[in-house]
């Protein structure tokens, strides 16, 4: 095969494209062997070392992704996530401040301080005492203390 350089062109180029539309570090090892390939055709080098070459070095170029790389872009994108007071409430006690009424979807409780909407499976009557058992959304699910 005298125009091996074609198909490593053609690799290259696909390999490329694949990585373009990805953006997520996955075929561009296999990019950078199939140019080398290419670059050994073009020099004159036997089909056997191009291909030899070509695996080494996409080998080669992905443990330097897996292991320099993709970590620094990883931790580049990484979204930072501010703790909120959110998780403190849970498993804590109130006191409801506005009547809850599962119907309705209407009820407030006051927890550490801090006023929330809150439901739950049953009417809860202003002034009686819950416990804080989840969250949906900003909403507080609590049960009634006996």
Do not use: Y
């Given at each position: 095969?005298?125009?091996?350089?074609?198909?490593?062109?053609i690799l290259t180029i696909v390999f490329a494209?694949?990585?373009a539309l990805t953006l997520g570090?996955?075929?561009?090892?296999?990019?950078?062997?199939?140019a080398v390939a290419m670059v050994m055709d073009l020099c004159g080098a036997p089909?056997?070392?191009?291909?030899?070459?070509?695996?080494?070095?996409?080998?080669?170029?992905?443990?330097?992704?897996m292991i320099w790389i993709k970590?620094?872009?990883?931790?580049?994108?990484?979204?930072?996530?501010?703790p909120t007071n959110a998780d403190r409430v849970l498993g804590k006690e109130g006191l409801v401040t506005v009547t809850i009424n599962p119907i309705e979807g209407k009820g407030q409780v006051k927890v550490?301080?801090?006023t929330w909407s809150a439901k739950s499976d049953r009417?809860?009557?202003?002034?009686?005492?819950?416990?804080?058992?989840?969250?949906?959304?900003?909403?507080?699910?609590v049960e009634e203390i006996v």
């Open positions: 095969m005298t125009n091996m350089w074609i198909l490593w062109l494209v694949i990585e570090l996955t075929t561009v090892w296999c990019a950078i062997g199939s089909v056997a070392a191009q291909l030899t070459v070509m695996v080494v070095v996409s080998i080669i170029c992905f443990v330097v992704c970590p620094k872009l990883d931790e580049r994108h990484r979204v930072s996530v501010e550490i301080g801090q009417q809860i009557e202003q002034g009686r005492k819950i416990r804080v058992t989840g969250m949906e959304g900003v909403k507080l699910i």
